[in-house]
């Protein structure tokens, strides 16, 4: 329903921010990631999250559009609401996140307040599985593979934790193909290729 709110930071609390837009001020329910960049008496632009339950009318806002998009990931994990996601997102970048997946971190997902080994377990095992229906039998599709796209001293292991991740961060074949085209991923670490293509992905 709501791409983004803009407007002056009027104020900022543990978990939220108001954000006064046109002389209304919207709570907005974000990470700690999220109000570290926020000042009070600057404007800003969080991109929004409407979350609409029996007894409540929640709005969640994100300051760039990876953490939106792995907040919603987060949201489609069974048993998981939008408190917990935040909490997760409050310790995890998106790009810690999909690592912590790939690799199943499950000791990165509980440093998460109220987020037991339990819930862990089912974001590592749903979204791997996700992951695995994304990615075609074989290979990655499309007639090229990320591999074609990095230098050839780019190890096996590195390049499958790279793509896996962006997988599980929604991106198709192709765009992994094309989002590593490019870049230095034999000087990288996988947290910091992963946060390129994010950034890339995003200009």
Do not use: W
């Amino acid at each position: 329903m709501f791409y983004y709110i803009e407007g002056t930071v009027a104020a900022l609390d543990k978990n939220f921010a108001a954000i006064d837009a046109g002389g209304v001020a919207f709570a907005v329910n974000t990470t700690v990631n999220t109000l570290t960049r926020l000042r009070t008496g600057e404007r800003a632009r969080l991109y929004t999250y409407l979350n609409v339950a029996e007894n409540a009318l929640d709005l969640y806002g994100f300051y760039d559009l990876s953490e939106k998009r792995a907040f919603e990931l987060l949201l489609g994990v069974s048993g998981v609401g939008p408190k917990a996601a935040l909490s997760v997102l409050s310790v995890c970048t998106p790009e810690s996140l999909a690592l912590a997946i790939v690799t199943e971190n499950e000791k990165m997902l509980t440093a998460a307040p109220g987020v037991g080994k339990r819930v862990a377990q089912r974001m590592i095992l749903e979204l791997r599985d996700k992951m695995a229906k994304d990615m075609p039998a074989g290979g990655t599709g499309g007639g090229q593979t990320p591999a074609a796209a990095v230098p050839a001293g780019v190890p096996g292991k590195k390049l499958a934790d790279i793509t896996g991740a962006l997988t599980v961060l929604g991106y198709a074949p192709q765009e992994i193909t094309a989002a590593l085209h490019g870049l230095d991923i034999e000087s990288m670490t996988v947290e910091d290729a992963i946060r390129a293509v994010l950034k890339k992905s995003l200009k």
